[in-house]
DNA sequence: TTATTATTTTTGGTCGACCAACTTGTAAGG
DNA sequence: CCTTACAAGTTGGTCGACCAAAAATAATAA
């Protein structure tokens, strides 16, 4: 059915919580609430607002949960202590958060696993190595089973876990999921033999603590998925 | 430092909201659920567990902040397509959300911003070089303020945008503000004229496209944040 | 006047009831 | 027999009331 032009940008469309969300920014903008301040309580905002105090909730928790306030029970919300432009800055990202591409995701992958793997390759101690040998193992005996891609998937975990780096393995954890459900909709995966002598070789360079050559190995590794993200990018440019 | 013994991980203290996600993770992992299944209706889990309506909404909202399922209106939540060892990892990953050490952070940060700088040297257009002119500009004139902080967040802010990659920008976005509130609760920042030279510096060679000498300049940059966590890492080993 | 205690108020957290949108089952119409 | 239209049930979203902890205020004793 021909509906409505939707081209023009949302703006009115937004969440409630959203909007409650800007609401914040707006006091924050205009200067009535400085970063370090107590801001109001929630019944209080969704008077002034005009929303419930459920979508006041909400919203608070989300500002909470991107480290802009922290809620104390019993006591109220503060403005974290940064600048005002920061602040500005990082509530507008909250409000645009939007579904990233795929090619930034991948590009993303690929600088965040070369170089956990090379912090591994340094790093790694005796539980790590029987981690690596474990998640190593796992893969190998489930080449042939469904679970392949799950155990190729723990194995990278656990080189992000070696690299004893808690944000590279946090940031990681993001991205690769997203990766993964886009990747594995588009194109079926076979089991590709080059992917386990990849691995390997990847062990063997983290077990001399070769990160460079780790590093390189991981590049290689993960430029299947580069090429076939550029591909897709190209398709829908054009 | 001493292994710590910390394999007794659980604690009884956790909020409502993990323990509800820590049955929602039991569900999985017992086959009960698997990845696109649709999970029960709110008030059904809260019956089953014996919490609160409440606690479940806030745990299925959080488990959606991270992309583990995705919540339809009126309709209700299915477990996102990984596999069961990929679910089980990302859960665990939420629940054992910590505040990460500041070394791990700004380490990240040096990755993030070295590698955006050099995407945005290949990658800038006009708008791009206006944005990039002004915060600089901005920075200048701000420099003998209180707002010289916020500005200087506001040039580095620039560069992740004009990388493209809104990935790096994004988790840039979350780094940087932690790295931020700590550095400036334990050292005060006094103006610093190299930093001025160095993000001229930057500007020039983001202009000619060349990303490595850009790249290098932003390591230099950040060098200072760096050895003030490395110091920091060692006193706090001792 | 000052320090301590008791009381009231404020605050985030929780709960149950209601709403509108969606889904499902069923019966009418072809 | 199949499609369509309608009605009943289910679901996430919303709201107002209540709870206990914390903060603010008042009262008391030294």
């Known amino acids: ?35 370090g301040d107590k801001l109001p309580a929630e019944r209080k905002l969704a008077l002034e607002f005009g929303f419930g105090r ?10 909470e949960f991107y480290g802009i306030i922290k809620t104390l029970p019993q006591s109220g919300s503060i403005i974290n202590g940064l600048d005002i432009n920061t602040l500005d800055g990082l509530i507008s990202d909250v409000l645009n ?32 190595m029987k981690n690596l040998v474990r998640a190593h193992a796992n893969y190998l005996r489930d080449f042939d089973t469904a679970d392949r891609i799950g155990s190729d998937f723990a194995f990278h975990r656990t ?6 780096n ?13 990766i993964m459900t886009i990747y594995q909709r588009d194109r079926i995966c076979a089991p590709n033999p080059d992917v386990t002598n990849e691995h390997q070789g990847m062990m063997d360079a983290i077990k001399r603590r070769d990160g460079e050559e780790a590093a390189r190995i991981m590049a290689q590794h993960l430029k299947g998925v580069l090429d076939f993200a550029k591909l897709k990018l190209e398709q829908e440019n054009n």
């Open 97 to 128: 958060l939007q579904s990233y591409d795929f090619f930034s995701l991948v590009e993303t992958r690929v600088l965040l696993e070369t170089n956990a793997i090379r912090l591994c390759a340094e790093r790694w101690n005796d539980q790590d």
């Open 1 to 35: 059915m021909a509906e409505t032009f939707t081209g023009l940008k949302e703006q009115s469309l937004e969440s409630p919580t959203d909007r409650v969300i800007s609401k914040v920014k707006d006091l924050i903008n205009s200067g009535i609430l400085k970063p």
């Open 166 to 178: 808690p944000v590279f393995k946090a940031m990681l954890m993001i991205v690769i999921p997203d």
């Open 54 to 63: 459920t979508q006041v909730r909400e919203a608070l928790h989300k500002l």
């Open 159 to 164: 080189i992000a876990e070696s690299s004893h």
